[in-house]
């Protein structure tokens, strides 16, 4: 991946990352599941983990970076392996596989459970955060698409 793709990865992941932090204040603000705090159990894991309190600007700046960088770069990397033909298929693709790495690896790493059922709201943790990282990783792949058709390259 040259420069090129490196750009066009970070840039795909900031759009994903905005439109998933967009959701977020959504859900705040419409006060969908209250009782459904995900980046509040990851500054209570981040603090025992550091072993002092952890202000709660780390564990959104951490999600978004990760979601611009990292994934953005991990999604840019795989675009061609991943199955479909639009960049929103292919982000659905990929969406779908990290709800599933999340359900299974980072809610229950937190003390939540699998796909978050130990919250005591039932299935409704488990389907927003696939609505979460779905609108996320569609976002990303419709821009990653976008800019790699604006450049001339079929997928980088």
């Known amino acids: 991946m040259g420069a ?12 994903g990352s ?10 705040s603000r419409m006060g969908w599941l209250p009782a459904f705090h995900p980046y509040e159990d990851l500054q209570q894991a981040l603090s025992e983990l550091v072993g002092s309190s952890v202000p709660p600007a780390i564990p959104w700046a951490l999600s978004f970076l990760n979601g611009a960088v990292a994934l953005g770069m991990l999604f840019g990397r795989t675009y061609r392996l991943l199955p479909g ?16 790495a999340m359900g299974v690896l980072f809610f229950p790493m937190l003390g939540r459970g699998l796909f978050a059922t130990r919250t005591g709201l039932g299935v409704l943790p488990a389907f927003f955060s696939l609505a979460m990282l779905l609108t996320y990783s569609m976002i990303m792949g419709i821009a990653y698409s976008a800019l790699n058709r604006k450049s001339g390259a079929a997928s980088e």
């Open 4 to 15: 090129n793709g490196i750009w066009k990865s970070l840039a795909a992941g900031l759009c």
């Open 18 to 27: 905005a439109a998933h932090s967009g959701l977020m204040f959504l859900k």
């Open 85 to 100: 033909r639009s960049g929103a298929a292919k982000g659905f693709v990929f969406g779908l596989l990290g709800w599933i």
